[in-house]
């Protein structure tokens, strides 16, 4: 009898938690039909917003006036995962973000730390509410048997590294996944539960020069970390499974009507492996408004797909207490926080739902406000270039490397032989020997300069930094170019030492470039504060 009365108790609270349910979306939904909104577009936002809070919902419905997809039919992907928090969790995230600051991009940066528990799956959005109860119901007739603790095992082989589950968890959320995959076949949708090993995918698809780096970084994770694990249930947009995601990094205001409006805090999907129409430009979705259009790709950063999901509810499965000054200790929580409390509803009625006041407008007026402002964008205008040139007409290749011996008498004083040789040459240390490798343009290289730089001119393209490689004649190039393009004073060249090409023309030894105060004197507009990234004494061994 003692065993029986927990399973009514629990059985009774299931089904009244799923009347709750349904009602509640329900009287969203009719919140939203009361504002003039139509039943299926009210659907759609409450699915896209996770179905918890009527005036994000309502705000959506106002961001998607214009979205030309509102008035279809596009049912949301939705996925059950067991997700990490406390400690555990919080090395996690660590090693991400240090993952993808050392070795950039892999492929499980595309979502955060978590387990799947099955396969992405289609739901109408009137279903929502039913998914949400069906999932809880499933976590709830299981408690009673859930783990004191889901523990973790690191593993680590050639192109992958992860966490995996040991059994015990493993065969739980199992249980969990396959009551909720029959009850959902019910309503004629079909759940996948995830089939293989359960884990926690750290690195994968990652060049295998970082193998080294990934498995010192995966090395710092405590597997046995005191955790808080959840049942996660979210949805996505279905267009996110053929497209990456990159948020908004500076906003951006369209002048064509081609173009696409970056606002702050939004993403924008790009089909994969898209063809760019015109270099530096990019076009995609935004997140916030459904609209599509070209914009700079500088104006935005890769970022997670899952960044953009909706997250409908959550539920604790376990959670683990350590002592850090004694032997580890643990206890199930799952007996005393059967799931997360659901908020209750707002709002009895429409009103209040759309306030006017200027703190709280809807953030479609925010959008129309920047469509209207002319206001300076926060980053410059247009999308950032480089520019790469190589030197114009050398003297040694034109006159041969003889030239030295032709041009300076007995005493080294330079004598101009022919009128495409410089008309002056520059004074420096242990000249004309420090010719030899390091040798100064004709006068036609000089030309050649200063007709490219008249044609950017022309193009209204500036420069703000320039770097040139020590090379003489890279720096008479930069300076002929800027001279064309009448650039200003303040644009100083940046001497690198990285930029030179050692391998192919030093034939063992790098030349003698002239110092930053000999160029200056030759009235060559170095900048004399920067700092090369490469030494200025290379060996080559």
Not at 89 to 114: I, M, R, T, V
Not at 241 to 251: H, I, K, L
Not at 313 to 341: F, G, H, M, W
Not at 517 to 541: A, C, P, W
Request: net charge negative; glycine share 6%.
């Amino acid at each position: 009898m003692s065993r029986d009365g927990p399973a009514i108790s629990e059985r009774s609270t299931s089904l009244n938690y799923k009347a709750a349910t349904i009602l509640r979306n329900k009287d969203a939904k009719q919140l939203l039909v009361g504002l003039g909104f139509p039943e299926k577009r009210a659907e759609k936002a409450l699915a896209a917003t996770g179905g918890n809070d009527v005036q994000e919902a309502a705000d959506w419905l106002l961001q998607h006036v214009y979205d030309p997809t509102l008035h279809q039919s596009n049912p949301r992907e939705y996925v059950v995962y067991a997700c990490p928090g406390g400690e555990l969790g919080a090395q996690l995230d660590e090693f991400y973000d240090s993952s993808l600051l050392q070795c950039g991009w892999n492929g499980s940066h595309k979502y955060f730390p978590h387990v799947t528990l099955c396969q992405f799956f289609k739901c109408d959005d009137h279903m929502m509410s039913h998914v949400i109860h069906i999932l809880q119901n499933s976590y709830s007739s299981h408690t009673h048997t859930a783990p004191d603790t889901v523990i973790t095992q690191r593993f680590l082989s050639q192109g992958y590294i992860g966490l995996f589950l040991e059994e015990e968890g493993s065969d739980w959320l199992r249980k969990v996944m396959s009551s909720f995959s029959q009850e959902m076949k019910k309503h004629g949708v079909t759940v996948e539960p995830h089939k293989k090993q359960l884990h926690i995918t750290l690195a994968h698809q990652y060049r295998p020069d970082h193998q080294c780096a990934l498995e010192a970084l995966c090395r710092k994770i405590n597997p046995a970390a005191p955790s808080n694990w959840e049942l996660r249930l979210y949805s996505r947009d279905q267009r996110l499974a053929t497209s990456e995601v990159y948020r908004v990094v500076y906003q951006f205001t369209p002048t064509q009507e081609d173009e696409l409006q970056l606002l702050d805090n939004d993403y924008v999907f790009v089909p994969a492996n898209q063809q760019s129409e015109s270099e530096g430009w990019m076009k995609g979705v935004s997140h916030a408004t459904g609209l599509s259009g070209h914009f700079p790709s500088n104006y935005v950063e890769r970022c997670s797909e899952s960044d953009c999901w909706a997250l409908h509810r959550s539920y604790l499965v376990a959670k683990v207490i350590s002592d850090v000054t004694s032997n580890c200790e643990s206890r199930s929580l799952s007996q005393q926080q059967k799931l997360t409390p659901m908020p209750e509803p707002m709002y009895d009625n429409a009103n209040g739902l759309l306030p006017s006041t200027t703190g709280n407008e809807a953030i479609y007026a925010k959008v129309n406000k920047l469509k209207k402002s002319a206001a300076t964008p926060s980053s410059p205008p247009g999308p950032k270039s480089v520019f790469v040139f190589r030197h114009a007409e050398r003297v040694d290749v034109t006159f041969g490397k003889q030239w030295i011996e032709l041009s300076f008498d007995s005493d080294s004083c330079y004598q101009r032989k022919n009128l495409n040789m410089p008309r002056i040459i520059p004074h420096r240390n242990n000249s004309p020997k420090s010719f030899h490798g390091d040798t100064p343009l004709t006068e036609l290289g000089l030309y050649q300069g200063r007709l490219t730089g008249e044609g950017l001119k022309e193009q209204d393209i500036v420069f703000t930094h320039v770097f040139s490689s020590p090379s003489l004649r890279c720096i008479q190039t930069c300076q002929a170019i800027l001279d064309g393009m009448g650039a200003d004073d303040s644009v100083k060249i940046n001497v690198e030492h990285g930029l030179f090409e050692w391998l192919a023309w030093c034939h063992g030894n790098i030349p003698q470039f002239m110092t930053l105060k000999e160029l200056e004197q030759f009235g060559l507009r170095v900048n004399q504060h920067y700092e090369t990234q490469v030494s200025d004494h290379m060996t080559i061994t």
